[in-house]
């Protein structure tokens, strides 16, 4: 057993049930439900032998092929979010992933375990309009606050539009 595994087989013993799937890949990984993710790393953060006290980053992720499955049906699992978190101490890492239906777009926030999730919530929100639910504050930081439309997703188009001022034949078309 690697290290990898060894990280895994410990994060399965603290966390049980609340894993759907773990890998030992470059970083381990382990794929929770939304409503789960707070729990979860809280439990990370608070247990003794994990001691992952560090939030490393926070993003939002679209995956609009998968929508539907073969057979046609509904997914719903667009949107998902990924958190990296690092024990300083055992330089360890661990990937969390949790996905959910472009339709209800929101997790818990992180921000009452780890401050610094405060403006990775808010870039998320901004480009992947995915809600935290019990964040201090959530509103655009980086995009206009008139903008209806989430640029990070890939449903968004290209270019813009609406723009008057392009001339198409200076783009050879």
């Not at 290290?3 to 794929?31: C, K, N, W, Y």
């Not at 201090?136 to 930081?141: C, D, V």
């Given at each position: 057993?690697?290290?990898?595994?060894?990280?895994?087989?410990?994060?399965?013993?603290?966390?049980?049930?609340?894993?759907?799937?773990?890998?030992?890949?470059?970083?381990?990984?382990?794929?929770?439900?939304?409503?789960?993710?707070?729990?979860?790393?809280?439990?990370?953060?608070?247990?003794?032998?994990?001691?992952?006290?560090?939030?490393?980053?926070?993003?939002?992720?679209?995956?609009?092929?998968?929508?539907?499955?073969?057979?046609?049906?509904?997914?719903?699992?667009?949107?998902?979010?990924?958190?990296?978190?690092?024990?300083?101490?055992?330089?360890?890492?661990?990937?969390?992933?949790?996905?959910?239906?472009?339709?209800?777009?929101e997790?818990?926030?992180?921000?009452?375990?780890?401050?610094?999730?405060?403006?990775?919530?808010?870039?998320?929100?901004?480009?992947?309009?995915?809600?935290?639910?019990?964040h201090?504050?959530?509103?655009?930081?980086l995009?206009?606050?008139?903008?209806?439309?989430?640029?990070?997703?890939?449903?968004?188009?290209?270019?813009?539009?609406?723009?008057?001022?392009?001339?198409?034949?200076?783009?050879?078309?």
């Open positions: 057993m690697n290290m990898d595994e060894a990280l895994l087989s410990e994060v399965r013993r603290v966390l049980g049930d609340r894993i759907l799937e773990g890998e030992a890949d470059d970083v381990p990984t382990i794929a929770v439900r939304a409503t789960d993710l707070y729990e979860t790393v809280a439990a990370l953060k608070e247990d003794r032998s994990l001691a992952f006290g560090i939030l490393t980053d926070l993003f939002g992720m679209h995956y609009p092929a998968e929508q539907a499955d073969p057979d046609g049906r509904e997914r719903g699992e667009e949107l998902g979010v990924q958190v990296l978190l690092h024990n300083m101490g055992m330089n360890k890492r661990l990937r969390i992933t949790c996905r959910f239906p472009v339709e209800s777009p997790v818990a926030s992180l921000t009452p375990l780890f401050p610094a999730a405060n403006w990775l919530e808010r870039e998320t929100f901004d480009f992947y309009g995915i809600r935290f639910s019990g201090p504050n959530l509103k655009r930081i995009n206009i606050e008139t903008m209806t439309v989430f640029p990070m997703r890939k449903d968004f188009p290209l270019e813009d539009q609406t723009r008057e001022d392009k001339d198409d034949r200076m783009f050879g078309r």
